[in-house]
């Protein structure tokens, strides 16, 4: 069974920087495509970045050059630097793995970690 942990949420003052990591456990984890997804209060979920297999990246407009998206295989992590944060950055984060093999399998998703930027 395919699980998704995340962790390093929580309050940071705007300009500030955190990172959060999600750790993947029941699969082989460089046979997915990983992501983190965001959902603010009253909006819909958005993709921030995403990450393949082979490590070729992806961002939202909005994040461009302040987060990074980076994975390490040897321990089952993906993480998501965030930098010089602000207050629109305030949301739910979600981590997404997507298995590249067998065609049309499902997403798996993690519960979510919350990230909160005020002063």
């Known amino acids: 069974q395919v699980q998704l942990v995340e962790s390093g949420g929580g309050l940071v003052q705007p300009g500030g920087s955190l990172r959060l990591s999600c750790l993947v456990s029941?699969?082989?984890?460089?046979?997915?495509?990983m992501g983190w997804y965001r959902q603010a209060p009253g909006k819909q979920r958005e993709l921030v970045a995403s990450?393949?297999?082979?490590?070729?990246?992806n961002y939202a407009e909005s994040v461009k050059g302040r987060f990074t998206i980076s994975r390490d295989n040897t321990k089952n992590t993906v993480y998501l630097q965030m930098d010089r944060l602000n207050a629109e950055d305030t949301a739910v984060y979600y981590c997404t793995a997507h298995p590249i093999v067998p065609p049309g399998a499902k997403d798996y998703w993690g519960q979510g970690t919350q990230v909160t930027v005020s002063s």
């Open positions: 990450i393949g297999s082979g490590t070729n990246t």
């Open positions: 029941g699969s082989i984890f460089s046979l997915f495509d």
